[in-house]
């Protein structure tokens, strides 16, 4: 196929990821998720289900959780989108990504882009959350391997340390 044929029915999308300015080529329809590991290369973000189940591919966008794998691109128009690359400071970990490296809240590692990007969303909603709201907040995320006390005891931790700073 040429390559005006390829591209004929793609459109401009503009938005913000990580606070930068971001214009791509698209299909309308193409899937937030894979705009931003194909032609952005923000591979942190995970592909489990593909079908809106399992959150492995948690981002923000605007400020919402949100599946990517559900996200058309055309939606994503002028947007603020935040994935888990965007939460780091430079060499600097995020407190959650400290909290879960530290209790083992990550073992294949496949959920916890999504987790982590669901607990931050949960500690901006409620900075002191019990477990039960732990529980609540990350009841869209998935994990098969950690049997998840660890990652409600990162949760807690980084909670914890975010309230003492
Ligand atoms: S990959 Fe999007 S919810 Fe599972
Ligand atoms: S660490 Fe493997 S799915 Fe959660």
Redesign the pocket.
């Known amino acids: 196929m040429t390559d005006s044929r390829q591209s004929r029915g793609k459109i401009e999308i503009s938005f913000a990821v990580n606070g930068e300015p971001k214009t791509v080529r698209a299909y309308p329809m193409e899937r937030l998720l894979d705009v931003l590991r194909q032609q952005l290369q923000l591979t942190g973000t995970k592909e489990?289900c593909g079908e809106g189940e399992c959150g492995?591919c948690s981002v923000l966008m605007d400020g919402i959780l949100v599946n990517s794998c559900l996200v058309p691109i055309l939606q994503a128009e002028g947007s603020r989108v935040v994935t888990i690359e965007g939460l780091a400071a430079g060499e600097t970990l995020h407190v959650l990504q400290e909290a879960f490296l530290e209790c083992g809240?990550?073992?294949?590692?496949?959920?916890?882009p999504g987790?982590i990007l669901a607990a931050f969303h949960l500690l901006n909603e409620k900075p002191e959350p019990t477990i039960a709201e732990i529980k609540e907040g990350l009841s869209g995320n998935?994990?098969?391997?950690?049997g998840y006390s660890q990652?409600l005891e990162a949760v807690a931790e980084a909670a914890r340390r975010r309230t003492a700073a």
Not at 105 to 112: D, E, K, P
Not at 142 to 146: A, G, I, K, Q, S
Request: proline share 0%.
């Open positions: 489990g492995s809240g990550a073992q294949c590692g496949i959920c916890t987790m998935l994990c098969r391997c950690t990652i």
